[in-house]
């Protein structure tokens, strides 16, 4: 048998809307009605509606997650975090996999658009002008997550990738090496791309090492394929190289294949640090050193900010979040030899 909230209601001796302000978590009734009320709510199985709830506070309790490559082991540790914090609240998520086209996430928006939600996590991507006029439009939240914008007033939360790439670049020196290689993603990529070139630059300049294009190579994405492909390209133009900075943990793992298949030891003869600290890298062999993105709380971080925006109508501060380097077993120190 199905209850409503009317059963609910005359059941606890109180009034519909009383039992509509406690699910709601609303103000006006005393906590002994409270817990009256959540006692005849677990004894009758009841679930409310959410389409009836939509109807009283005119929300839907969904968050749109537009994304641009669900194959992407970052992409799913950000999901986790979101899911964690959208199902606490008692919200539900919709994931729409942009693949980074134009056309495919206006189509994405319009269906969000149409499915009413109550707010938009943008992931990992450029908020272009279309997709910020469209939002606007719509009057719905946003907030980006590991992207940010100049141009358009969104919160953002984000590890500083510049600065991240500056510290894994000079933990490489600090460990004794000079002849410093980096295998970057796509170069024109406005969220991971010249950013964490320009940390590794701007470290090799500050140690006062010689770098220049023949430091890095820069492949069309961040992932296996590109580490894979990348390595060989990059000793092929810098053959002394010790040591290597890969602009993600997935060109790391393509890195350790590629330099298994050219029989080159890791680290004995060639070290590698990654970037972000993906929960599989410390089953690779060897264990990759790594800088670390928090992704998961970057996921919790995010979807309290925009259930914060849709709760207050307020705006909430982007966060920077701090980025940090896990030492395992992929890097050579140099520095007693």
């Known amino acids: 048998m199905s209850f409503t909230i009317k059963d609910v209601a005359k059941k606890a001796n109180v009034s519909i809307a009383t039992v509509s302000r406690i699910i709601n978590n609303k103000p006006g009734y005393s906590k002994e009605t409270e817990e009256k009320v959540l006692q005849v709510i677990e004894e009758l199985g009841y679930h409310p509606n959410s389409i009836a709830r939509g109807l009283i506070n005119k929300r839907t309790h969904t968050i749109g997650v537009l994304v641009p490559k669900l194959s992407s082991m970052i992409i799913t540790e950000f999901i986790r975090g979101i899911e964690d914090i959208t199902h606490h609240n008692?919200?539900?998520v919709i994931v729409c996999h942009?693949?980074?086209n134009g056309k495919k996430t206006m189509k994405y928006l319009q269906l969000l658009?149409?499915?009413q939600v109550d707010g938009i996590i943008f992931v990992s991507e450029e908020l272009k002008e279309e997709y910020y006029q469209f939002i606007n439009r719509m009057?719905?939240?946003i907030v980006l997550l590991s992207t940010e914008t100049y141009q358009f007033p969104v919160p953002y939360?984000?590890?500083n990738d510049q600065h991240a790439a500056f510290s894994a670049t000079e933990f490489?020196?600090?460990?004794?090496h000079r002849n410093i290689g980096m295998v970057s993603g796509n170069k024109e990529d406005m969220v991971a791309g010249?950013?964490?070139i320009n940390g590794f630059m701007q470290a090799m300049k500050h140690y006062q090492l010689p770098v220049s294009e023949k430091h890095f190579v820069s492949e069309s994405g961040f992932?296996?394929?590109d580490g894979r492909n990348g390595l060989p390209r990059l000793m092929k133009q810098y053959p002394d190289i010790t040591a290597v900075f890969a602009a993600s943990d997935e060109i790391a793992f393509g890195i350790l294949s590629s330099a298994y298949t050219m029989k080159i030891n890791v680290p004995e003869q060639l070290s590698v640090i990654g970037y972000d600290n993906l929960s599989i890298a410390e089953m690779s062999i060897p264990p990759l050193t790594t800088v670390a993105q928090p992704l998961v709380e970057m996921g919790e971080m995010a979807t309290k900010m925009i259930l914060e925006i849709i709760n207050t109508n307020q705006k909430v501060e982007s966060k920077i979040v701090a980025h940090r380097i896990v030492e395992r077993e992929s890097v050579r120190d140099l520095t007693n030899e």
Do not use: A, M
């Open 90 to 92: 008692g919200s539900s």
């Open 98 to 100: 942009t693949e980074s």
């Open 113 to 115: 658009y149409e499915k």
């Open 139 to 141: 009057k719905i939240p």
């Open 157 to 159: 939360v984000k590890v």
């Open 172 to 176: 490489l020196i600090k460990k004794g």
């Open 194 to 196: 010249q950013s964490r």
């Open 223 to 225: 992932g296996f394929d």
